[in-house]
T-cell receptor, first 110, second 118 residues
């Protein structure tokens, strides 16, 4: 089955700096890659996603890049703010199944 | 995005009792829903895939007789933790895919249920 690895597990950045979280996947059949933000005790919220036929997608301060050849995708957050502090999960989807990364705890230091 | 409602948000129960958790898709129909378990500061662990009108598909290591799943309608799936014990204490989250046009891949989550078994 699919195996999704996510790095780093924790990340601290100064407010205003950029944050990058990376994920790799193993199954080339994966064709959809969402990113979720989860605050403590809350539900994961979809923040951005990308399909396998697209290399990059941007939504304001958040962007995702996908390298199908290398089987990795990354989340980029620019101009970080304290409210960006949360746990971020990547996922890879094949058919009806989603496979999640282990999460990255992001702390933005004011 | 689509709305997935989950109730209750928190349950405290005595060991040996059963607890039912409901997951509803409020503004769309979901033929498939997923149930996850999440330990503190850990990722989402898929427990089972709930299919409307048929038996759920359980992941390896998940006891189907302990975690009963019923998906009787296109908008409701329930997870019943039978004879709960302290080791069952966890955060349980459901999710569903919204297959409406243009959003076929998107997975939306319920708000989660924190189960504490005394």
């Amino acid at each position: 089955g699919e195996n999704v690895e996510q790095h780093p597990s924790t990340l601290s950045v100064q407010e205003g700096d950029s944050a990058v979280i990376k994920c790799t996947y193993s199954d080339s059949a994966s064709n959809y890659f969402p990113w979720y933000k989860q605050e403590l005790g809350k539900r994961p919220q979809l923040i951005i996603d990308i399909r396998s036929n697209v290399g990059e997608k941007k939504d304001q301060r958040i962007a995702v890049t996908l390298n199908k050849t290398a089987k990795h995708f990354s989340l980029h957050i620019t101009e970080t703010q304290p409210e960006d502090s949360a746990v971020y999960f990547c996922a890879a989807s094949i058919g009806n199944q989603f496979y999640f990364g282990t999460g990255t705890s992001l702390t933005v230091i004011p | 995005g689509a709305v997935v409602s989950q109730h209750p948000s928190r349950v405290i129960c005595k060991s040996g009792t059963s607890v039912k958790i409901e997951c509803r898709s409020l503004d769309f129909q979901a033929t498939t829903m997923f149930w996850y378990r999440q330990f503190p500061k850990q990722s989402l662990m898929l427990m089972a895939t709930s299919n409307e009108g048929s038996k759920a598909t359980y992941e390896q290591g998940v006891e189907k007789d302990k975690f009963l799943i019923n998906h009787a309608s296109l908008t409701l799936s329930t997870l019943t933790v039978t004879s709960a014990h302290p080791e069952d204490s966890s955060f349980y989250i459901c999710s569903a895919r919204d297959w409406r046009g243009g959003q076929s891949e998107k997975l939306f989550f319920g708000s989660g249920t924190q189960l504490s078994v005394l």
